[in-house]
Nanobody, 121 residues
Framework: QVQLVESGGGLVQAGGSLRLSCAAS????????MGWYRQAPGKQRELVATVTSGRRTNYGDSVKGRFTISRDNAKNTVYLQMNSLKPEDKAVYYC???????????????WGQGTLVTVSS
């Protein structure tokens, strides 16, 4: 069974840093894009950052210059380094994998269970 397992969330003071990790487990052959989305209370889920297998990146406007996404293709893992955190970054952060092939199965999209990031002012 393929799943995405996130780690690294927690509580941090404004201006601080956190690093999120998301590992895809299972008999994975390839993953096209991996990324992070977030959802704050009462708001829609929004893009944080994505990275393709070729390491092409895309960032949401609100995190550009502060967050950095990277991935280790050999480990099927994506990371999100979050610096200069602001109270408005508080949200549940979800890992996403797009166009994943594992064994005979192809998954258009998979989501992790989410990890909470809280930023105190």
């Amino acid at each position: 069974q393929v799943q995405l397992v996130e780690s690294g969330g927690g509580l941090v003071q404004a201006g601080g840093s956190l690093r999120l990790s998301c590992a895809a487990s299972g008999s994975i052959f390839s993953i096209n894009a991996m990324g992070w989305y977030r959802q704050a209370p009462g708001k829609q889920r929004e893009l944080v950052a994505t990275v393709t297998s070729g390491r092409r990146t895309n960032y949401g406007d609100s995190v550009k210059g502060r967050f950095t996404i990277s991935r280790d293709n050999a480990k099927n893992t994506v990371y999100l380094q979050m610096n200069s955190l602001k109270p408005e970054d508080k949200a549940v952060y979800y890992c996403n994998a797009g166009d994943l092939i594992a064994g005979p199965h192809r998954y258009i999209e998979l989501w992790g269970q989410g990890t909470l990031v809280t930023v105190s002012s």
